[in-house]
């Protein structure tokens, strides 16, 4: 399998305060991996890096193949608009709009064709068990199928990666196995790459693997 993300002697600080100390990792091609740690160790950063949202103080990101740090922010937003999706704690679905229309706006975003959008959105909330929910607002859906919705919007326009922070954390324990079974069924289906920072130790034992960052660094 081919690297889809690799980091090098990454790190970053917030004034005083060194967050990450050098990490250098590998995530394979249709790998799902989990980072987990104490509070504080680095975890969110770590993956906001991964995911473009924030640039290191050193080191280098190549997300499959490419050397994201070299970008300019334009570009590096189109990039991220295509390579990249995300799944939050807290869906962050946008409550004036409709489930379809929420998952529609990275690919309208993208400038895809209106119809061909529609299509695809409409085929990923079928096959997240959500059709007959597309015209339906966020609050007028459970918590699961929010967080569902969230992932058919992180999929529209069909990316190399999925990064997901916390993404089970505001989920009963029904809701959360279910979207934990979800990532795995996607990923055969479709061969993402997922990375997961998580506290549930569940997850993270279903994972490929687990990275351990303490301190901001990888033990």
Known sequence: MTDMIQIEEITKSFGPLQVLRGISLEVKQGE?????????????????IMGTL??????????DGTPVQQMKEGELAAFRNRHIGFVFQFHQLLPEFTALENVLIPALIAHRG????????????????????????????????KQRVAVA??????????LADEPSGSLDTQHKEELHRLFFDLRDRLGQTFVIVTHDEGLARLTDRTIHLIDGKIQ
Do not use: F, W, Y
């Open 114 to 145: 209106q119809r061909e959008a529609r299509e695809t959105a409409m085929e990923i909330l079928s096959l997240l068990g959500l059709s007959e929910r597309a015209g339906h607002k966020p609050n007028e859906l459970s918590g699961g199928e």
């Open 32 to 48: 799902v991996v989990s980072i987990v740690g104490p509070s504080g160790a680095g975890k969110t950063t770590l993956l906001q």
């Open 153 to 162: 919007r992180a999929l529209i326009n069909r990316p190399s990666v999925i």
């Open 54 to 63: 924030d640039r290191p103080d050193t080191g280098t990101v190549r997300i």
